[in-house]
C-alpha cells in the first residue's frame, strides 16, 4: 500500500525479540521509530543497529522509542545482538521485529504487495528496499520517511533533531528553518485564519501601560497572523507581565500565562523560570 506523511501508520501484530507485540499498543502514548534492515548481520546495518542502541537514551529523554526490523526470524535477531554488542561496543536493548512472512515490509510500502514467499532464501540484494526509517507520533500518524540505498549508513542524529522539531511544532504555531538545532531562532508561522482572537498585535506601547495590559488580556494564544507571511523573530527581554515579541514596527505581546514553557528564541528563553527569562 502507499503510504503519505500523516497517514495512520499500519497497525500488525508482530513477533519481536521481546515477544509478541500490537504496534499501536506497544507506541502507546508515545513517539516511536521504526527502522528497517534488509538483512541480519549486514555491516553497514551492524554499526547503525549499535549506534542506536548507544544514543537510545536520547530518545527516551524525547519521549520516543525505537523498534528494528529485518525479515530473518527472531532466532537469527537474537544471535546479531551479541555480534553487535562485540562489534560495536553496545547493548541492543530496543526490540527488533522478525518479519518472516515479509507482511510488515508489504505493509510499509518496502516490498511490493505481491512479493511472493518468506524470508527463506532471500539476501540484502533482494531486500535493499527494507532502508526506511518511519517516525510515528502518538497520534499513530507517519510523520517522517526516509529511506536509505544500501551502501549509505544511516544519519541518525538527523533523526534526534527532526524529532526535536517535530514535537516543538507539534505544540506551537512554529517552524523550524534550514539546520535548525534545539535552542536555535525559530520562525512563527503567519499563516493563520483564527481571526482575531488568534492574535495579539500593537502598535509600539510601553511595558506597563493600560494598553499593553489590555493587549495582553486579548491574547488567546502565541501566533502571529499580521500577513500570511511567515517571520523570523527575537524574542526581547520586558520587564512586565508579558513577553514581547518585535519585528520590524510590529509589536507582538505574549501574556506570561502562554509562554511556560515554549521555545528559546534569538537571545533569551522563551517562557519564564523562577518569575524571570534569561540569557542563553
Request: with cysteine.
Amino acid at each position: 500500500m502507499s503510504l503519505r506523511i500523516n497517514d495512520i501508520a499500519p497497525n500488525f501484530t508482530a513477533q519481536t525479540t521481546q515477544g509478541v507485540i500490537d504496534f499501536h499498543e506497544w507506541i502507546g502514548d508515545k513517539w516511536a521509530v521504526l527502522f528497517s534492515h534488509p538483512k541480519d548481520f549486514t555491516p553497514v546495518c551492524t554499526t547503525e543497529l549499535g549506534y542506536m542502541a548507544k544514543i537510545e537514551p536520547e530518545f527516551t529523554r524525547r519521549n520516543a522509542k525505537l523498534i528494528g526490523l529485518s525479515v530473518d526470524p527472531v532466532t537469527s535477531h537474537s544471535k546479531w545482538v551479541g555480534d553487535i554488542e562485540e562489534t560495536q561496543g553496545a547493548t541492543v536493548r530496543y526490540p527488533m521485529i522478525g518479519d518472516t512472512d515479509l507482511k510488515v515490509a508489504k505493509l510499509y510500502n518496502m516490498l511490493p504487495a505481491e512479493e511472493p514467499g518468506s524470508s527463506d532464501g532471500r539476501t540484502a540484494a533482494t531486500n535493499q528496499t527494507v532502508r526506511t526509517v518511519f517516525v510515528i507520533g502518538p497520534d499513530k500518524k507517519i510523520k517522517l520517511m526516509l529511506t536509505y540505498p544500501m551502501t549509505t549508513g544511516r544519519n541518525f542524529d538527523e533523526i534526534l533533531r527532526v524529532l526535536d522539531s517535530m514535537q516543538m511544532t507539534a505544540k506551537h504555531k512554529v517552524a523550524t528553518p534550514v539546520n535548525w538545532k534545539q535552542g536555535e531562532d525559530v520562525i512563527i508561522a503567519g499563516d493563520l485564519t483564527g481571526g482575531a482572537s488568534d492574535v495579539c498585535a500593537a502598535s509600539p506601547v510601553s511595558a506597563g501601560s493600560a494598553s499593553h495590559h489590555a493587549s495582553h488580556q486579548r491574547c488567546d494564544q502565541v501566533a502571529l497572523a499580521h500577513s500570511r507571511v511567515a517571520y523570523v523573530v527575537t524574542l526581547h527581554q520586558n520587564p512586565s507581565t508579558a513577553h514581547v515579541l518585535r519585528h520590524r514596527h510590529h509589536q507582538y505581546i505574549v501574556p506570561r500565562r502562554h509562554t511556560s514553557p515554549l521555545f528559546r528564541s534569538g537571545r533569551w528563553q522563551f517562557g519564564y523560570r523562577a518569575g524571570s527569562i534569561s540569557s542563553r
